[in-house]
């Protein structure tokens, strides 16, 4: 099992910034894959960034230019930080972990509040 603990969230104008960050606990040696997904009110859960072992990034077009991913693998963490924040970018955040045996994405955690006023 792994766990995961998001951070970070909270409320934000439009244009500024926010960081949040997913701590990994539990068999993360099996981790691969982390990221972020997202939900807006009334609309379908997104994608909206990844990162693999090994440094590949994948994005949502949505956000590409103004979100970025790290990881820090000693520390199992997963972080996004979030520029130019606009009104759509509100939504619960979810980090969410892959394994190495899984094409899917096994674990998620339980979300963090991102508001973007206008």
């Known amino acids: 099992q792994v766990q995961l603990v998001e951070s970070g969230g909270g409320l934000v104008q439009a244009g500024g910034s926010l960081r949040l960050s997913c701590a990994a606990s539990g068999r ?3 981790i691969y894959n982390m990221g972020w997904f997202r939900q807006a009110p009334g609309k379908e859960r997104e994608f909206v960034a990844s ?13 590409k230019g103004r979100f970025t991913i ?3 693998y000693a520390k ?8 130019g924040l606009k009104p759509e970018d509100t939504a619960v955040y979810y980090c ?12 998620w955690g339980q979300g963090t509040q991102v508001t973007v006023s206008s």
């Open 28 to 30: 993360t040696f099996d």
């Open 51 to 63: 990162m693999r072992n090994g440094g590949r990034t994948y994005y949502a077009d949505s956000v």
């Open 70 to 72: 790290s990881r820090d």
């Open 76 to 83: 199992n963490t997963v972080s996004l930080r979030m520029n």
């Open 96 to 107: 969410v972990a892959g394994l190495f045996t899984s094409s899917d994405y096994d674990y």
